[in-house]
């Protein structure tokens, strides 16, 4: 069974709250949890840069397709009861786009914020 594959950022605070949300609410055996602000070695699997699975959320859907960001979160959502109304409508083209604009200001922002994202940053720099 090919699960969805979720990559967050388990040191930042707001990050794990909403994912440890998900991990409880969420049916069995639909997705794997993979905090790769600990464990980066799991990045190998996407093969992405840690720097970039800090700057956004990363997903992989049951069909091996790399979901990033908004719709990452729209992956996520479309699986969880209630949350898959959110889904379809954030999914919908001008809300789309202005979720993507306003996803990206806010995960620049929390990028900046946190010091082991800043390291993420210096260590792709060398």
Same mark, same amino acid.
């Given at each position: ?5 979720v ?39 996407i ?13 992989i ?15 996520i959502?479309? /699986? +969880? ?5 959110? $889904?379809?409508? =954030? @999914? ?20 900046? /914020? +946190? ?5 993420? $940053?210096?260590? =792709? @720099?060398?």
């Open positions: 069974m090919n699960l969805t594959k990559f967050y950022d388990g040191k930042c605070g707001l990050c794990s709250k909403e994912i440890n949300y998900y991990k409880k609410v969420a049916p069995k055996n639909i997705f794997e949890w993979y905090d790769i602000a600990t464990k980066p070695d799991d990045l190998k699997l093969k992405v840069s840690q720097y970039d699975a800090l700057m956004y959320l990363h997903a859907d049951q069909n091996a397709n790399l979901k990033i960001g908004v719709d990452a979160f729209i992956l959502w479309s /699986k +969880l009861r209630f949350w898959n109304i959110l $889904s379809i409508f =954030v @999914s919908l083209p001008v809300i789309y786009s202005l979720a993507k604009i306003t996803y990206n200001i806010f995960a620049g922002y929390r990028f900046k /914020k +946190l010091s082991h994202c800043q390291a993420a $940053s210096q260590e =792709v @720099s060398k």
